[in-house]
């Protein structure tokens, strides 16, 4: 009978290796993981919902149908305002930062960085979504957490992890220890290790990007594109084309297979659309932890300078060779700035 370890068994036995001590990383990610499983019931019947036929806000059951993202927001803040280990929150779904208010957290030593739920177009089709978190240190010694406390490069991670809402539901995170992945066993209600010690392949064959916005994509992008889709034996090409619009979804499936993820800056979206806090750095984090790279066509993801929680900036993100080679083409084809 193969061992099982739970999220809770795993994070205990390592707790050496945390940098947190007197077990806070195990109740940060202990209220993480109670929110997600809420969510994950609710995404799973979101459906069901409509087949009941709820009328305006309210369904059969007399509860009350919010927009998932709200109500995943909604979770989560409740879950880390309760455990005490956390201090204030920047989630995408509020405009400023929310603070944790009870007196426990008041002094808490960590403030969490969220996007509650990522891939909101694909909520009303069955399409895999996902929550990303990025757990900092605070700089602030007591009383509210400031801006500066959020504001910091993503080397300054203690912490971060997603969950994927896919065919299993899944929580990926890192210390900088490595990479684990617990899937959940709705059976015993218990996130369980499944993928020890991730680590990417060092290439792929896949590449992800919404290429309806290829008009507009830097010249090293549309040439990378190219030579994405040129036909060579020897280096597997082309390569195969997937895009899901859930990023946390086109992300574990290039952690898992390899390939690389490209949102770059588009008409639409001068500085890209993704942001830095609470999207692009914690995937940083955990890829570079599996072996592979996150950069913002010119430099690297976790040294960029933040200065807004809903800051935005391009990211090619995935298998070491293959962002070096988007990376080689971005350089040959960028003007040199006068
Ligand atoms: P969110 O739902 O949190 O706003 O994130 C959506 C993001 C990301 O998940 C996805 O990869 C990307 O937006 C898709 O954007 P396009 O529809 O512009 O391709
Ligand atoms: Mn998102
Ligand atoms: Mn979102």
Redesign the pocket.
Known sequence: MKKVTTLGQFIIERQAEFPFAKGELSRLLRDIGIAAKIVNREVNKAGLVDILGDEGNVNVQGEEVKKL?VFANEQFISALSSGGECCAIAS?ENENIVHVSNDVSQNAKYVIAM?P??????IDVNVS??TIFSIYRRISTSGHATLEDFLQKGTEQVAAGYIIYGSSTMLVYTTGCGVNGFTLDPSIGEFCLSHPNLKSPTTGKIYSI?E??ALHFPEGIKEYIKYCQAEDKATSRPYTSR??????A?FHRNLIKGGI?M?PS?S??PNG??RLLY?CNPLAFIIEQAGGAATDGFERIMSKQISSIHERTPIIIGSSEMVEQAHAFMRIHTEVKA
């Not at 739920?117 to 694909?122: A, E, R, V, Y």
């Not at 895009?243 to 946390?248: A, H, M, P, R």
């Open positions: 993202d995408e996007d739920l990522d891939g909101s177009s694909n979504i996902g919404n309806g916005n895009y899901i619009g859930s990023l946390v086109d993820y949102y588009t639409k979206a659309k993704l999207e």
